[in-house]
């Protein structure tokens, strides 16, 4: 008699969790609609006030025998369940999503590949700043085999004092050496109404760590169809730099690439710290060609190739590393930059594995 009424209660239970199953999940539809309008209105998803209100209500209508407190714990994990089902659904609308894109971006710089399979090197000096120093950087990289060259023009700096780069002259200069050997170009761009200029002059639109979240820098390099390479922000999340690549994205330049360049943490052994976690996790996220930058993430020439070769190991689909022909009269960075005869060395350790292909 006693088991029969157990099985009676517990065949009740079953039938309740049946419908309170059912009731969830059409919440969970109708929250997924609310987070869909939230998002066509540009409003937050999650709504501090309306939670209050709720569960205010919830609790003015609890007779027991769950405690008030009981009843707010229990509606707030199914709140957060609803405002994490919203966030998936936002994170699977983004176009730089590998949900919304399984195959990967492939950038074309005329012949160049990057994110292909083949990782890619780019290397050139900090600062553009003569033409007799890029041209020697250009001819050691052609003699290398290496097609792509960085050169910063517009230096954004911590402090006001120092060198901040030739601009528009210091583009011209990158050009007409580059072209010279056969290469392409990597430039950093800081203000939004150079971009269209600097198209004339360079193959890839660079959006340094500090302006990441350059939101109108961001808009502008949408609105061109010159290559851009995003790097991370000295401290912005995985998330927060996804957005950042979403709103160029979002502009119509599908051509978009991210560099992580080490985050800014309490170490001091490095410039920064190189977050070689973040490579997997960005191929893993978007389908955008991910590189890695390890002289500014580590500030240090002795352990170049190793980083180079963990980012490789990681999925990376290239490194960016500095070259001078005389790093220590270099206006800016002067002691992470290699010199000639040092980055042929770190070329040749880096590369000696057939870049992990």
């Known amino acids: 008699m006693g088991q029969t ?26 929250a997924q609609e609310i987070g869909q309008e939230k998002e066509r ?47 998936t659904d936002h994170k699977k609308q983004l176009l730089v999503s590998r949900k919304k894109q399984k195959e990967d971006t492939i950038v074309e710089l005329g012949g160049v590949s990057i994110g292909g399979g083949r990782p890619v090197m780019v290397a050139g000096p900090c600062s553009v700043e003569s033409y007799e120093q890029v041209r020697q950087v250009a001819a050691a990289l052609k003699e290398a085999g290496i097609t792509v060259m960085r050169g910063g023009a517009f230096k954004p700096r911590t402090s006001p004092y120092d060198f901040q780069g030739l601009g528009i002259e210091g583009l011209k200069i990158l050009k007409e050496a580059a072209s010279e050997f056969g290469l392409k170009t990597i430039s950093e761009i800081v203000d939004p109404a150079h971009v269209g200029l600097a198209s004339e002059y360079i193959d890839v639109i660079q959006i340094g760590a500090r302006n990441m979240q350059n939101f109108e820098l961001l ?54 710290t190189l977050d070689i976690s973040a490579v997997p996790i960005l191929k893993q996220e978007s389908h955008l060609p991910v590189l890695v930058d390890v002289t500014h993430s580590t500030g ?23 070259v001078h022909p005389d790093p220590a009269t270099a206006l800016s960075d002067a002691a992470q930059q290699l010199n000639i005869e040092e980055f042929h060395r770190f070329y040749a350790e880096v590369t000696r594995t057939g870049w992990g292909v």
Not at 6 to 27: A, H, K, P, Q, Y
Not at 42 to 68: C, I, Q, W, Y
Not at 306 to 312: G, T
């Open 5 to 30: 009424r157990l099985d009676e209660l517990r065949g009740r239970l079953d039938e309740i969790n049946g419908v309170m199953l059912e009731l969830l999940s059409e919440r969970a539809r109708i």
């Open 41 to 87: 209105q540009g409003v937050p998803k999650f709504d501090p006030v309306r939670e209050k209100a709720m569960l205010e209500d919830l609790v003015s209508r609890n007779t027991g025998p769950f405690s008030h407190e009981t009843v707010r714990h229990l509606f707030k994990q199914i709140f957060q369940a609803s405002l994490s089902l919203q966030q």
């Open 219 to 272: 808009k502008a390099a949408g609105e061109v169809r010159t290559p851009i390479l995003l790097k991370r922000g000295l401290a912005a999340t995985i998330d927060e730099f996804l957005h950042a690549a979403e709103y160029i994205v979002a502009g119509g330049n599908t051509q978009v690439m991210l560099i992580e360049r080490g985050i800014r943490t309490y170490e001091r052994a490095t410039r920064n």
């Open 300 to 322: 240090r020439k002795d352990i170049l190739a190793p980083c180079a070769k963990a980012a490789i190991a990681a999925g990376a689909d290239g490194i960016m590393v500095e």
